[in-house]
T-cell receptor, first 115, second 112 residues
Framework: KAGVTQTPRYLIKTRGQQVTLSCSPI?????VSWYQQTPGQGLQFLFEYFSETQRNKGNFPGRFSGRQFSNSRSEMNVSTLELGDSALYLC??????????????FGPGTRLTVL | QKEVEQDPGPLSVPEGAIVSLNCTYS??????FMWYRQYSRKGPELLMYTYSSGNKEDGRFTAQVDKSSKYISLFIRDSQPSDSATYLC????????????FGKGITLSVRP
């Protein structure tokens, strides 16, 4: 079974631009979560989508948004980029079969650099 | 105070050493406790998962949870150079909708 894939792997943007990152979950997984990882703050939860609906949201400004498509693929968008948005953006998928704990499987991440 | 605090490191040990990694937390609602391992230029992968208090062993790895002290640990016995990675603790409350809260991670280097 193929793992979680994220595209692109590396991205360089300038301040003020916007960016869209893509995540394809493991086949059959319906939940996709996004995280931002920086050396200073560690791994921080952005949001989770399940069946095309945002089910959970972290404490990030409205410049960070996401969506999920009917095939469970997900995109996240960051508008009006700031230098502090430079980070590794990780996507994780889980099967959510209704049990109380669902293991999350992470993709390799997209390294975003904002100049 | 952050919900999850993890020793910042980095940590460097000789091959064969016993490694102890620790996290403390403040949210009493946390019921599920995980340790992830992240190699350079890769995403985190689940190493150990524990529900509530107690110990869990898997090969050279042992996870301990003490909910009364809000303290979790990961022990690595007979550490190997291949164990060199960043280790992140993570926790969540009960319920499939609950999000994961991570520690900042500690980078471990095992010297041959």
């Amino acid at each position: 079974k193929a793992g979680v894939t994220q595209t692109p792997r590396y991205l360089i943007k300038t301040r003020g631009q916007q960016v869209t990152l893509s995540c394809s979950p493991i086949s059959g997984h319906r939940s996709v979560s996004w995280y931002q990882q920086t050396p200073g703050q560690g791994l921080q939860f952005l949001f989770e989508y399940f069946s095309e609906t945002q089910r959970n949201k972290g404490n990030f400004p409205g410049r960070f948004s996401g969506r999920q498509f009917s095939n469970s693929r997900s995109e996240m968008n960051v508008s009006t980029l700031e230098l502090g948005d430079s980070a590794l953006y990780l996507c994780a998928s889980s099967s959510y079969l209704g049990q109380v704990y669902n293991e999350q499987f992470f993709g390799p991440g997209t390294r975003l650099t904002v100049l | 105070q952050k919900e999850v605090e993890q020793d910042p490191g980095p940590l460097s040990v000789p091959e064969g050493a016993i490694v102890s990694l620790n996290c403390t937390y403040s949210n009493s609602a946390f019921q599920y406790f995980m340790w992830y391992r992240q190699y350079s230029r890769k995403g985190p992968e689940l190493l150990m998962y524990t529900y509530s208090s107690g110990n869990k062993e898997d090969g050279r790895f042992t996870a301990q949870v003490d909910k009364s002290s809000k303290y979790i640990s990961l022990f690595i016995r007979d550490s190997q150079p291949s164990d060199s990675a960043t280790y992140l603790c993570a926790m969540s409350a009960a319920g499939a909708n609950s999000k994961l809260t991570f520690g900042k991670g500690i980078t471990l280097s095992v010297r041959p």
